[in-house]
């Protein structure tokens, strides 16, 4: 059996444009949704009396033992077979006779891929969901485990204020909850069946795509068969999706790195996710996180790739759109990796309790506190504001600290002050006294870690599988 386009072209196709126009190297990983959607469309073909029931059951019967036989390793996915498409139609051919030739009626390979493609996403969709869920419940616990640990908060990479190292991973854990509400969205949006709009205008055969729909786990079949077979949204929305997740972990593994170096030294990575140097033996390198923030790049590529393909194509199908499934492939087993790496990392690395408290000790961070307490007192914030700048300046050209300045210094600069502000710019206090709802106070974070576990738990995915 030759290619299922014969008859229009008379002429065998040159070796290398064969493996040019082939796809099978790569959509063969697609079988498991090719033989799905055949064994509903069949269904709906006999339902609708364009297929026997006996041809129905001998179709039936091919595909699942040839989709045994894929399981099991036991099919060449060869570049004879062009895509996958034509593979799993001519294998059901030759084990079944002229009955596996009717499984095409009514349906293209341009619908076929559509919704194939779409399938395939939602299945990683909902794996990738189960990943991230799973990695929020770490982050949670890390919260719960240091809703007291002081550690110095950063903007512009400088010492800021005094928060808590759980109130840092729950920032985190905030930012991938919102990863799982995207891939959610995501689902929603994509909810429709492209299979029935044909090549790109129906048939003029009696099907129920309503039925098709609804077996494939659709709400609805797509209402325009051109838009059903010429767009590609929903897998540029998805690389999106994966593109900002990949960006949450970058910027965590970024964190990750300054904190395991000598200079910080807020955490130890475990030696299990951890290298060394081929010449400087007291080497003890990141690659893991590293490797994230590299590969952060490479998913931004297949999103700007499947965009810029997309751009400028006419409608409706055109062969360039071949080009979406290995920015889609890459796209999740790059981040499927990364989120295996991640949560084993974050559970085994030491953190530096001793090193977090003496950094946050310096630098100032609690000037905030200081200016808090004179506003506090009457003097007006902006006042209080310069004051308290110009304390700071004073103490470092001293080389003291704000609690190692004597009250009686400070009450030259104001008769505000009292022994009181020695407690109000102790960080502990500092910390405790930001219980505005979001901050760093202990019961915030503890709160903020209960409701990560409870989304977790509620988001958790109930796929099955296909």
């Not at 048939?203 to 767009?231: Q, Y």
């Not at 914030?381 to 009686?408: N, P």
Request: a negative charge; one cysteine or more.
């Amino acid at each position: 059996m030759g290619k299922l386009w014969t008859g229009r072209i008379s002429k065998e196709t040159d070796a290398d444009a064969n493996d040019f126009n082939s796809s099978i190297s790569f959509d063969s990983r697609l079988y498991p949704q090719d033989i799905l959607g055949s064994l509903v469309h069949s269904c709906m073909l006999e339902k609708q009396g364009i297929l026997s029931l006996e041809e129905k059951q001998s179709i039936h019967h091919g595909l699942l033992e040839l989709l045994n036989k894929m399981n099991s390793g036991d099919i060449e996915f060869s570049s004879k077979y062009e895509d996958i498409h034509t593979c799993v139609e001519q294998l059901l051919t030759e084990s079944i006779g002229d009955t596996g030739k009717k499984l095409h009626t009514g349906r293209s390979r341009n619908d076929q891929v559509a919704l194939d493609l779409r399938l395939y996403v939602i299945k990683q969709i909902e794996e990738i969901k189960d990943m991230l869920v799973g990695l929020i419940k770490v982050f949670a616990d890390l919260g719960e485990e240091h809703a007291e640990t002081i550690v110095p908060g950063y903007t512009h990479l400088q010492r800021a204020q005094p928060v808590t190292f759980g109130h840092t991973m729950m920032a985190y854990a905030n930012m991938f909850k919102r990863d799982v509400l995207r891939l959610e969205n995501a689902l929603e949006v994509m909810d429709e069946c492209p299979l029935g709009a044909g090549a790109l205008a129906g048939t003029t055969f009696n099907l129920d795509r309503e039925f098709t729909a609804s077996h494939l786990g659709f709400s609805k079949p797509m209402s325009n068969s051109i838009d059903a077979v010429s767009d590609r949204d929903f897998a540029i929305e998805f690389l999106s999706d994966m593109s900002i997740l990949m960006m949450h972990m970058s910027r965590l593994s970024e964190e990750m790195i300054l904190w395991s170096s000598w200079e910080f030294k807020f955490i130890e990575l475990d030696d299990a996710y951890s290298t060394g140097s081929s010449i400087m033996p007291q080497k003890k390198n990141p690659d893991m996180c590293e490797l994230i923030r590299g590969k952060t790049g490479r998913v931004y590529g297949d999103l700007i790739g499947l965009l810029t393909v997309m751009k400028g194509l006419p409608l409706a199908y055109n062969k360039d759109m071949q080009e979406d499934k290995e920015a889609v492939f890459d796209a999740v087993d790059t981040v499927k990796m990364c989120l295996k790496v991640l949560p084993g990392m974050l559970k085994t690395m030491k953190v530096r309790k001793d090193n977090m408290k003496a950094a946050a000790s310096k630098g100032f961070i609690n000037a905030t506190e200081c200016a808090d307490y004179l506003a506090k007192k009457g003097m007006p914030f902006r006042d209080a504001y310069k004051l308290t700048g110009s304390l700071v300046a004073d103490c470092i050209a001293k080389g003291i600290t704000l609690d190692q300045v004597s009250l009686e210094d400070l009450q030259a600069l104001s008769d505000l002050f009292d022994e009181g502000f020695y407690e109000a710019i102790d960080l502990h206090k500092a910390v405790a006294d930001r219980k505005v709802y979001g901050g760093p106070a202990k019961e915030n974070v503890l709160g903020q870690a209960a409701d990560a576990k409870a989304f977790a738990d509620e988001h958790k995915s109930a796929f099955k599988g296909f």
